[in-house]
């Protein structure tokens, strides 16, 4: 195994994320016995860190993780928590709900504790003093019940940035979405500039992008195979993050003892991409992304034609996330706070901003279809 220093700790580079348990039936339905294993080989093989939430498996990973991790010295592991302030109501529950996570996961204290999936729409209860969230887990920290604090983010840079100087020396590392077809996608090249200027490291999350990385085309497999031909999807997926100093930890949601043998295997060395590959990869993403996307170049023509003044090439990137993502969530916390009159539904198909598109985007198609996915 791999390990990566943080201060004085030596972490594992591969990361147990318990968000993706192995379940009986539904998704809240953890399979314990499957997981006991699972974690079992995890130690055995040297895989030191474990990630939990609140929210994941509808509430239950804590509490499995809890009884897990029961059978193991606490100095042998370090578990990772997380505030879920993306709702409003639990700013006002901090103590309680911090309390009970302590409780569930059956520890004095955790290692690591972060503001979870911080976004656009939710970073304002975040940072609005009024609920003294961090002043609460500044003060858990000072007192032993937290060791490190950090937090995690699907969000712009503008708003990674708004964290960064809200919250200052308090926070010590940084949890992102980063891979290959990311690092153009959602702009995790410059999120992570961004977070290492301010002396930062970075854990990731989303390595395969929820499974979607897991598989590639076969004439796109077939040009990495030729820098590495037994090397499997998965296996690039992580020699990438890999390849990144600025990485200290690699999450991975495993969900059965497959996935994570193949991971140990993956981590037992480090084997960075060469230029070469690094290059075929991200070209690659880069033709994935054309294929499957409107390709907007951030021109911002069409915004200084359009009568109501709407930000197209922002709705242009959240379309493209949207269709390639194949889900709403980022969509969603963008929206949930816009006014009616500037969302893509406000469009009037005038076509003013394709005249003067340099790229030919259609955009008034972009828009109703776009709309009417959000509708649904």
Known sequence: MIYNKFKDLQLSALGFGCMRLPTLDKYENIDIEATKKMVAHAMANGINYYDTAWG????????????????????????????????????????????????????????????????????????DPQYGLVDYLVEQKKVGRIRHLGFSAHASLETIKLVLDTFGEHIEFCQLQINWLDWELQQAKEKVELVTSYGIPIWVMEPVRGGTLATMRSDYKARLDKFRPDATVVEWDFRFLQSLPQVTMILSGMSNMDQLEQNINTFADSKPLTSDEMQTIL??????????????????????????ELNIPWFIRLFNEHKYGGGGFITNSAFATMPA????????????????????????????????????
Request: charged letters at 25%; hydrophobic letters at 30%; aromatic letters at 12%.
């Open 56 to 127: 994941y498996h509808e509430g239950n990973s804590e509490l499995v993780m809890g009884e897990v991790l029961a059978d193991y010295p606490r100095e042998s592991f370090y578990l990772a928590d997380k505030f879920p302030g993306y709702d409003v109501e639990n700013l006002q529950k901090k103590e309680e709900i911090f309390n009970r996570q302590l409780q569930k996961c059956r520890v004095d204290y955790f290692d690591f504790y972060l503001l979870h999936c911080i976004n656009d729409r939710n970073v304002k209860g975040y940072v």
């Open 341 to 376: 009159d500037k969302l893509p539904s406000a469009c009037l198909g005038c076509q003013a901003c394709e005249a003067v598109c340099p790229q030919e985007i259609k955009i008034s198609e972009m828009m109703s279809t776009f709309a009417s996915r959000m509708k649904k």
């Open 283 to 308: 070209g690659i993403a880069s033709e994935m992304i054309k294929k499957d996307t409107l390709h907007c170049t951030n021109c911002r023509y069409c915004t200084t034609y359009c009568p109501l």
